[in-house]
C-alpha cells in the first residue's frame, strides 16, 4: 500500500483518480541514486495494483526533472546498497506497467532523466525542458533505455545525433520530432498535465490499461503475413468484452447518462 511506504527521496500527492510522483532531490537536480530508484520501484509497484489509482504523473522538484543517474554514489565503491529494482534505472525503464504515465518535465532532462521521459506514455514539457543524452561526454552509454527508445520516438538521424554528439534540444525541438506532446508555460505544467491524466481517468481503467498494451505490444509485430498482431488483438478483445465496465458504457450511452466505471 502507498500509505505504508517509507519515502524520502519523492513526494506522493492522490488528487482524484490520479496520483503525482515528484522526484525529491532538487540539490541534485533530482539525479537518479540507489535509495530514488528503490522507492520508485516500490511505488510503482504499489501504484500499479492500487484499484483506486488510474493515472500517474512524474515530475521533478526544484529546476530540474533529473540529471539522471547519480554520478557521484556511483563514483563511491562504498555506497549504501538497496535490493535489485524490478523496474529497472528509476524503478521505471524496465518496468511493466499498464496504468498511464505522463511525464511533467518541468527543466533539466539529461540521460537517465530524458530516459524516464521516454519511458512515460505521454510527454508534457515546460518551455524551458531541455532534453539530451550527454554519457558519451562521460565515457559511458545511455544505457536505461534510451538508446532503444529513442529512435522508437524521433526520428533515426535525430536520435543518432543526440547519443553521438550529446547535444540538448529544447522543449519545442522534442516537440517538433514527436517525443513530447505539448509544450506550455512552467506556470501552467501541471496543470496541463493533471488535464491530461484526469481525461485519461474519465474513461474505463480496464479498457485504458487494455489499450496500453495493446499499443505498445502491437507496435512491432507485422499486421500482415503474420496472425500474431490479430491474435493478440483478439485476446485483449476477449478479455475486455465481458467486463462489467464493457457493460455500462453502451448502457451509459443509451440512458444518457455519464457511465459509473468501477474497474471490473
Known amino acids: 500500500m502507498l500509505k505504508d511506504l517509507s519515502l524520502e527521496t519523492i513526494k506522493l500527492e492522490l488528487i482524484g483518480k490520479v496520483l503525482i510522483i515528484t522526484l525529491n532531490r532538487p540539490g541534485s537536480l533530482n539525479a537518479v541514486s540507489k535509495q530514488l530508484t528503490y522507492e520508485m520501484d516500490e511505488c510503482l509497484k504499489a501504484a500499479e495494483e492500487n484499484p483506486e489509482i488510474w493515472a500517474m504523473i512524474i515530475t521533478g522538484a526544484g ?9 557521484k554514489e556511483l563514483s563511491q565503491k562504498n555506497s549504501k546498497s538497496y535490493p ?17 504515465i505522463i511525464a511533467a518535465v518541468n527543466g533539466l532532462a539529461h540521460g537517465g532523466g530524458a530516459e524516464i521521459a521516454l519511458a512515460s506514455d505521454i510527454v508534457i514539457a515546460s518551455e524551458n525542458a531541455i532534453f539530451a543524452f550527454p ?3 562521460r565515457g559511458i552509454i545511455a544505457a536505461a533505455g534510451g538508446l532503444l527508445r529513442l529512435p522508437r520516438q524521433i526520428p533515426q538521424k535525430i536520435a543518432m545525433q543526440m547519443v553521438l554528439t550529446g547535444k540538448e534540444l529544447s ?3 522534442m516537440e ?3 517525443m513530447v506532446n505539448e509544450v506550455v508555460t512552467q506556470e501552467n505544467l501541471l496543470k496541463a498535465a493533471l488535464e491530461q491524466a484526469s481525461a485519461i481517468a474519465e474513461n474505463a481503467p480496464l479498457a485504458v490499461q487494455a489499450s496500453k498494451r495493446l499499443l505498445l505490444e502491437g507496435m512491432d509485430l507485422p499486421l500482415h503475413h503474420s496472425n500474431e498482431a490479430w491474435e493478440l488483438n483478439q485476446k485483449t478483445i476477449n478479455r475486455i468484452r465481458n467486463t462489467e465496465d464493457a457493460l455500462e458504457g453502451p448502457m451509459a450511452f443509451a440512458e444518457k447518462r455519464p ?4 474497474g471490473k
Open 259 to 262: 457511465p459509473a466505471w468501477n
Open 84 to 100: 535489485e529494482p524490478t523496474g529497472g534505472f528509476a524503478g521505471i525503464v524496465e518496468a511493466n506497467l499498464s496504468k498511464p
Open 63 to 71: 529546476r530540474a526533472f533529473s540529471a539522471g543517474a547519480d554520478l
Open 171 to 173: 522543449a519545442h525541438e
Open 176 to 178: 517538433r520530432w514527436g
Open 135 to 137: 554519457e558519451v561526454k
